[in-house]
């Protein structure tokens, strides 16, 4: 019965090689070291059958020969259990020195184990088909150094879980439960010999959750996926290897004229032609990307250039359809810090690149790094001021000239660092404005205006309300009025007491999702009006278009005025038109009398600037106010 068992794990064994043999394989390290499992685990099974053999035939073989076999065999239960754990090494660790460090320590206690095995005497038990077992010191160290190395691989996992691949770490556990039962039902039934099976279905498990090669290949083109990608370039990374990559890229514009059959086509010719390059691993990165991995930069740069030339004559049937690819080239991915930021490079580069033209290729160099490592800075930077709340609002007088004092007051975002520094807006504005951030941060914004103007009441102090700047991105937030509102009825605001900004820009590009939001929050009693006046695509229509009540000249426009005599009659004909549509206008960047004066003459409603203050925090803000009006 025994042999039958241990017959089963072994056809098992040979079904799962013969599937993981015939597939496409990328070469990384846990491949090599599961194939390691596979034939430790596959030698084990064959050792106990021998044993099982050797047993039955004792009385006809010498002692020797037979405590050999058997020790033989259950020193193959140690290197199974030892293989587990350099299988979790190598996820973890890698090739690199730690790896050959830690995984040189667990051979050598696999080494001590083994020479105890073969040193200390082993009992035999063999009573017909029934029982036969083996028993004794050399059977107790077995257990031992299996538990040992058992015990040592659920703490590496669980100290490394989080750098740890999480369907790895699933499957070794549930390899470590079958090895487990299976040992406590071997040393409580000796007659059941079931540890070899159950390392073979642990094996088939592993196989098909994480070593299957088909998990590493895209369906669609038989190139290696994503994950095959990361996995290869973690592997390459932490061995210190230098490599390049360079990603060919078709656009959606350039195949926007074909039929789908055509496109179909094409795509098939060209992966066609890029696995036949030697020297080259090829990936799909994304839908309309593939990425080519070289160790070394000259192939890179030979392919690169065989790429383009081939790609200057037609494709399909005829050789007739032409398309010319984008192309991103790393010449030196040692310019980024871990292996996983290489993917993320790439597709900074992408989204930043204004480099794009037809058959361009776009170098990523040291420099690009480190601009893609300061935005991500910053967006950690963000992150920990939104967690920290080291978001403050500061705000800015601004002159009535009508009335000869301060009316009103623009609120700006401030963050502080670490190290309780002010961050100046510029270096984190785009950035938050890039990756979605500014709709929070806007919202933080937001609250803290409205839980200063319920607090400290400035109203009575003659302010008649806030300016709060609105984004482009929170002009295209379908979502704005309605978060306003809330906040505004969650501090008990009076709605007049807010007036949103928006630019020229945003009004643009998000007009009709900016158009329902305006209504709404018009409707509910917030007034707008124009930033940014005088920059971008400026156009009188806007101001027609846009229910604004107030027009704020951008401060170039008014550096402009005192530099430059056309820039004169722009701004004269501008302010004309703007008065005749009976809307005020604020003059922004005003730092000397000289300017302020003009300003006043001309007959602009609100000065701003530094002439008066720069930007307050709340508590000085106020103690200016109170100041001025005294």
């Known amino acids: 019965m025994n042999i039958k068992v241990q017959c089963c794990g072994i056809v098992l064994m040979f079904v799962i090689l013969y599937f993981y043999g015939r597939q496409k394989k990328i070469r990384l390290n846990t491949e090599k070291a599961f194939l390691g499992m596979f034939c430790t685990i596959l030698a084990s099974l064959f050792m106990d059958i021998l044993s099982l053999v050797a047993l039955t035939h004792m009385d006809q073989l010498p002692v020797l020969a037979v405590d050999l076999i058997c020790k033989a065999y259950i020193a193959m239960l140690v290197l199974s259990a030892l293989s587990g754990i350099l299988y979790v090494c190598t996820d973890i660790y890698g090739g690199g020195p730690r790896y050959r460090k830690v995984t040189s320590f667990y051979c050598i206690m696999a080494g001590i184990g083994i020479i105890l095995i073969f040193i200390l005497p082993i009992y035999k038990i063999c009573n017909g088909e029934k029982e036969m077992y083996t028993y004794g010191p050399s059977a107790l160290v077995t257990y031992a150094f299996a ?48 540890v070899g099976y159950a390392g073979a279905i642990a094996v088939m498990v592993i196989y098909l959750k994480l070593e299957n090669p088909e998990t590493n290949l895209d369906r669609q083109t038989g190139l290696y996926n994503q994950n095959a990608l990361l996995q290869y370039i973690i592997q390459l990374h932490g061995r210190n290897q230098e490599f390049s990559v360079l990603c060919m890229i078709f656009s959606r514009s350039q195949t926007n004229n074909m039929t789908s059959e055509e496109e179909q086509q094409i795509r098939r010719e060209v992966i066609k032609f890029i696995l036949e390059i030697p020297n080259a691993l090829a990936f799909r990165n994304a839908e309309d990307e593939i990425a080519l991995l070289f160790r070394h930069e000259t192939e890179a740069e030979e392919c690169g250039a065989m790429l383009k030339r081939r790609f200057e004559f037609g494709w399909g049937k005829n050789s007739n359809i032409f398309v010319s690819p984008n192309w991103m080239y790393v010449p030196d991915t040692q310019i980024v810090n871990q292996a996983e930021d290489i993917l993320y490079l790439l597709r900074y580069a992408r989204q930043n690149s204004k480099d794009f033209g037809e058959s361009e290729t776009v170098i990523i160099d040291k420099m690009i790094a480190d601009r893609m490592y300061e935005e991500k800075r910053v967006e950690h930077l963000m992150l920990r001021a939104i967690e920290k709340d080291r978001i403050e609002v500061y705000y800015q007088p601004i002159f009535s000239t009508k ?184 003059s922004e960047g005003i730092e000397t009398k000289e300017q302020f004066d003009t300003m006043e003459n001309l007959g602009i409603s609100y000065i701003q600037g530094y002439y008066f203050s720069k930007p307050l925090p709340s508590a000085a803000f106020l103690e200016f106010i109170v100041r001025q009006r005294q």
């Open 403 to 586: 009335e000869q004092c301060f009316t009103s007051a623009e609120a700006l975002i401030r963050i502080r660092d670490e190290n309780d520094e002010i961050v100046p807006p510029g270096v984190f504005i785009n950035i938050a404005e890039k990756n979605g951030m500014i709709i929070k941060l806007g919202e933080i914004v937001f609250e803290k205006v409205c839980s200063f103007l319920k607090e400290h009441r400035p109203v009575q102090l003659g302010i008649h309300y806030i300016e709060v700047n609105l984004s482009v991105v929170q002009c295209a937030y379908e979502h704005l009025a309605e978060s306003f509102i809330r906040i505004m009825e969650k501090y008990g605001i009076d709605p007049a007491w807010i007036n949103l900004e928006i630019t020229e820009s945003a009004s643009i590009s998000a007009k009709k999702i900016l158009s329902k939001n305006m209504k709404t929050l018009i409707d509910y009693g917030v007034h707008f009006s124009l930033d940014d006046f005088g920059t971008g695509q400026s156009n009188l229509n806007y101001i027609v278009e846009m229910p604004v009540n107030i027009v704020k000249f951008d401060r170039n426009m008014i550096s402009a005025y005192f530099e430059n005599g056309k820039a004169k009659y722009v701004m004269d004909a501008a302010m004309h038109m703007i008065h005749g549509m009976e809307l005020q206008i604020v």
């Open 147 to 194: 538990f040992f190395f058992f015990t040592a691989t659920l703490i590496l996992m669980q100290r490394h879980k989080d750098s740890m691949n999480p369907r790895r770490r699933e499957a070794v556990y549930i390899w470590i439960a079958f090895w487990i039962i299976a040992a406590v039902i071997q040393f409580i039934f000796k007659e059941l010999l079931v």
